[in-house]
C-alpha cells in the first residue's frame, strides 16, 4: 500500500495499543502507588499484580476471537469496537467507588472492576493481535511495533502516571470521566477503518474458511504452535526476556513513595518524563529494529534494559533527589520501549498468518504468566533483600536472560525464517 495506507494503519494501531495499555497501567503502577500511600505492605503491593490474570489467560479463548465474527464488521472489528465500549462502562463504573473506603472494604470492588477491565483489554489484543499481523508487510513491522509499544507505553503511562495528577487536580469522579472520554476519542479511527483494505495480506479465502468453520479447542491451538520444529526454544527466550526487568521495576513507584515523592510528583515523572521516554524509546527502538536487525536489536536492547534497572539501585543508596529521580526513570522507559519494540516484532515474526491472533495470543500469554509471577515475587524480594539489592538481582536475572539467543538462533522456527527472507 501506500504512505498514506501505511500511515494510517500505523495511527490505528497506535490508537488501539493505546486502549489496551491505559487499563493495564492503572491496575499495575496508578494502584500499586495509591496503596502504598495508605501504608499497605510491599507483599501485597506486589500481589495486585495478580488481577492482570487474563492477559496470562487469554490464550484459552484466543482461537474463538479468530474465529467468530460478524462479516459485515470485519473478523477485527466485530470484537474490538464492542471491547472498546464496553471498557468504557467500567471506567465509569469506578465513578462509583469512594476511595476513602478502601482501607475498609471497598477494595473488593476496585479489585473486580480492575479485573474486569483487564479481561476486556486482553480479549481486545487478541483482535488487534490479529489485525496488525494481517495487515503489515514483514518489512514495515519494525517501525510499526515501535508505535504500538509507543502506544502501549502512553497509555500504560498515562493510565499509570497522569492519573494521578488528574487525581490531584479534579478528584476521583472527573477523573475517570475524562479516562471513558480518551477511550472514546480513540476509538474513533476503527470506526472508519476497513478491514478489506490491509495490505493485500488477509489469509485466503480457503484459509478464512477453515479458521471460522472448524473449532478447534484452545489447547489444540497451542500445541500446533508450540510443537513447531524449533519453536520450544524462541517460547523459553520470550518467557524470559523481560523477567528481570518486571521482577525490578515493579518495585519503582513503591521506592520513590518511600523516597518521600508525593503522589503528584511521580505522576508527573511517569506519566510525563515516562511517557515522553517511552515513546522515544519504542519509536528509536522500531527503527533501529529495522536498521541493526531484528537480533542484534534484541541482544542492545535487552543489554540497555539490564542496565537500566541499576539506576533504580543508585536512588536507593544514594538518593541523589528529584533530578537523579527523573533522569533513572526516563532511562528505564526508553530502555525498555527499545526491548519490546525488537521483542514484539519477533513475536509477529512467529505468527502464521491463518491464525495470527491465536499464535500472538500464545506468546504474549506466556510471556505475561512469567512477567506476572515475577512481579507478584517482587515485594517479597525487596522487603528482604532492601531496594537496592533487590535491583542489582533483578538486573542480572535480564543479563542471564541473554544468553538464550544463541540456542534459539540454531533451532529458528520455520515462520520467523520465512518472515526474514521475504
Request: hydrophobic share 55%; net charge positive; charged share 10%.
Amino acid at each position: 500500500m501506500g504512505a498514506r495506507g501505511l500511515a494510517y494503519k500505523l495511527g490505528l494501531l497506535f490508537c488501539l495499543y493505546f486502549s489496551q495499555g491505559l487499563p493495564f497501567g492503572l491496575f499495575s503502577h496508578a494502584v500499586p502507588t495509591l496503596l502504598r500511600s495508605y501504608g499497605v505492605d510491599l507483599e501485597i503491593i506486589g500481589l495486585v499484580s495478580m488481577l492482570g490474570l487474563p492477559w496470562a489467560l487469554k490464550f484459552l479463548w484466543a482461537p474463538w476471537v479468530d474465529r467468530y465474527h460478524f462479516s459485515r464488521l470485519g473478523q477485527r472489528k466485530s470484537w474490538i469496537l464492542p471491547l472498546q465500549f464496553s471498557a468504557m462502562l467500567v471506567l465509569l463504573a469506578f465513578t462509583l467507588l469512594d476511595p476513602a473506603q478502601l482501607k475498609q472494604g471497598s477494595w473488593l470492588y476496585l479489585f473486580i472492576l480492575l479485573g474486569l477491565i483487564n479481561l476486556i483489554a486482553a480479549t481486545q489484543d487478541i483482535a488487534t493481535d490479529g489485525l496488525a499481523v494481517q495487515a503489515l508487510r514483514p518489512q514495515e513491522r519494525g517501525l510499526a511495533n515501535g508505535l504500538q509499544v509507543g502506544g502501549y507505553r502512553v497509555g500504560m503511562l498515562f493510565g499509570g502516571g497522569m492519573v494521578l495528577v488528574i487525581l490531584d487536580y479534579l478528584g476521583w469522579q472527573n477523573c475517570f470521566y475524562v479516562l471513558a472520554l480518551v477511550l472514546l476519542l480513540v476509538t474513533i479511527p476503527v470506526l472508519f477503518y476497513r478491514e478489506d483494505g490491509a495490505a493485500g495480506q488477509m489469509a485466503p479465502d480457503h484459509m478464512k474458511s477453515d479458521v471460522k468453520n472448524h473449532v478447534r479447542p484452545a489447547w489444540s491451538a497451542i500445541f500446533s504452535f508450540a510443537l513447531q520444529p524449533g519453536m520450544w526454544a524462541w517460547l523459553v527466550l520470550l518467557m524470559l526476556y523481560k523477567v528481570g526487568d518486571s521482577f525490578g521495576s515493579a518495585m519503582g513507584k513503591p521506592l520513590l513513595v518511600d523516597l518521600g515523592l508525593t503522589l503528584e510528583q511521580i505522576g508527573w515523572i511517569g506519566g510525563g518524563v515516562g511517557m515522553g521516554a517511552g515513546i522515544l524509546g519504542a519509536v528509536s527502538g522500531g527503527w533501529w529494529v529495522q536498521s541493526l536487525g531484528r537480533v542484534r536489536a534484541l541482544v542492545l536492547f535487552g543489554v540497555l534494559q539490564s542496565v537500566a534497572l541499576l539506576g533504580y539501585a543508585w536512588l536507593a543508596w544514594a538518593d541523589p533527589g528529584l533530578v537523579g529521580v527523573v533522569a533513572v526513570n526516563a532511562l528505564e522507559h526508553f530502555a525498555g520501549g527499545m526491548a519490546t519494540a525488537a521483542l514484539f516484532t519477533l513475536m509477529m515474526d512467529a505468527c502464521r498468518h491463518e491464525q495470527a491472533g491465536s499464535d500472538y495470543a500464545v506468546q504474549a500469554s506466556l510471556q505475561v504468566s512469567i512477567t506476572g509471577l515475577a512481579h507478584a515475587l517482587s515485594g517479597f524480594s525487596a522487603k528482604a533483600l532492601g531496594y537496592g539489592w533487590h535491583f542489582v538481582v533483578a538486573m542480572a536475572i535480564s543479563l542471564l536472560a541473554l544468553l538464550l539467543v544463541r540456542p534459539w538462533l540454531q533451532r529458528l522456527p520455520q515462520p520467523q525464517r520465512a518472515a526474514w527472507h521475504s
